[in-house]
Nanobody, 125 residues
């Protein structure tokens, strides 16, 4: 069965950096667009970054452009999110997700993602 396991979340000071990882298993990893979403307490889940199956195209929410970088390793079956210049408003649970297609046609539409991880907590103070 499909498994997505996030790691790398931590508590950091504003201006700091983190690298999140998402280890995928149970399917052919290089066939799907992948994305990172986040959800803060009392707020709706929002898309942060997405990447096509081969990594040739990436998509970012306006709030993280220039600060976050999404990447993937199709040999290690792992998705990454580099978070730089962190702000308090970046505090949230971060989730990785597997899209229904190879290309991320609607990257911020949650219903287009068929599998989700359990999340990793990022706290910025």
């Amino acid at each position: 069965h499909v498994q997505l396991v996030e790691s790398g979340g931590d508590s950091v000071q504003a201006g700091g950096s983190l690298r999140l990882s998402c280890a995928a298993s149970g399917y052919t990893y290089n066939r799907n667009c992948m994305a990172w979403f986040r959800q803060a307490p009392g707020k709706e889940r929002e898309g942060v970054a997405a990447i096509t199956n081969r990594g040739t195209s990436t998509f970012y929410a306006e709030s993280v452009k220039g600060r976050f970088t999404i990447s993937r390793d199709n040999v290690k079956n792992t998705l990454y999110l580099q978070l730089n210049s962190l702000k308090s408003e970046d505090s949230a649970m971060y989730f990785c997700a597997r899209y229904v297609n190879d290309y991320c046609y609607e990257p911020w539409v949650s219903d287009k993602y068929r599998d989700w991880g359990q999340g990793t907590q990022v706290t910025v103070s």
